[in-house]
């Protein structure tokens, strides 16, 4: 019985000290308020990227923008940050991709769930391309509520520093942060299961 107890209570401070995963929303700039065919057209020939920054390492669950879409895919990316030499910055590296099938549909919020990206400290970008043809009527309004810390926007195959240009894309990033820093209940109880366990062993040797 002795035994079983110091195994639990040896557990359970593992438990605490490995620190408790939690919810965190990210990144949510609000609803943009431009209504469909007055944003910036989305289709094959432009990617639109919003860039962000994250205190601690984390998970990223979910990325979602606001857009219209048509038939075809729209693909989800983690960049990295890069400077482009003009005093801006850009996307730099692909870091994570995911791709979602898409139908033609009215504005909304579209994105993939389940991503289980890790990410630590850093400024991040993520990047929203379509494959929808250049007659395609979709678009992504600009002016949502809550400004990004930078935009960007690739045209003819070059990224171009978007910040000025008023594109206020809605983003949406949800993540799971991950305490690392030992709960004191949590280090009390590891440092009693181990002195327990150490005076079992003892005892056990002295029979």
């Known amino acids: ?20 995963a939690r919810a965190a929303l990210v ?13 910036w057209a989305f289709n094959a020939n432009h990617s639109y990227a919003g860039q962000f920054s994250v205190a601690g390492a984390l998970t990223i669950d979910s990325i979602a923008g ?12 983690l960049f990295s940050n890069s400077g482009d030499g003009d005093g801006g910055f850009i996307p730099g590296s692909v870091l994570q991709s995911a791709s979602v099938a898409t139908s033609a549909g009215a504005l909304g919020w579209n994105g ?7 990410v630590g400290p850093g400024t991040y970008w993520v ?3 379509a494959s929808y043809g250049a007659g395609s009527q979709s678009s992504m ?13 690739m045209q003819g195959g070059a990224w171009y520093d978007a910040t000025f240009l008023g594109l206020g894309q809605g ?23 181990l002195a327990g366990i150490g005076l079992l062993a003892r005892r056990r040797r002295q029979r």
Do not use: C, H
Not at 112 to 118: C, G, N, V
């Open 112 to 118: 993939a769930s389940a991503l289980d990206w890790k």
């Open 171 to 193: 983003l949406r990033v949800d993540g799971t942060l991950v305490s690392s820093v030992p709960e004191p209940a949590g280090t009390m109880m590891l440092v009693v299961g």
């Open 127 to 129: 990047v929203f391309s």
């Open 141 to 153: 309004p600009g002016m949502a509520p809550q400004a990004l810390g930078g935009y960007a926007l």
């Open 1 to 20: 019985m002795f035994v079983k107890r110091l195994s639990f209570i040896f557990l359970l401070a593992l438990g605490l000290m490995s620190g408790a």
């Open 66 to 77: 606001y857009f219209s879409t048509d038939a075809g895919t729209v693909g989800i990316s």
């Open 27 to 39: 990144v949510d700039t609000g609803t943009p308020s431009n209504a469909i065919g007055s944003g």
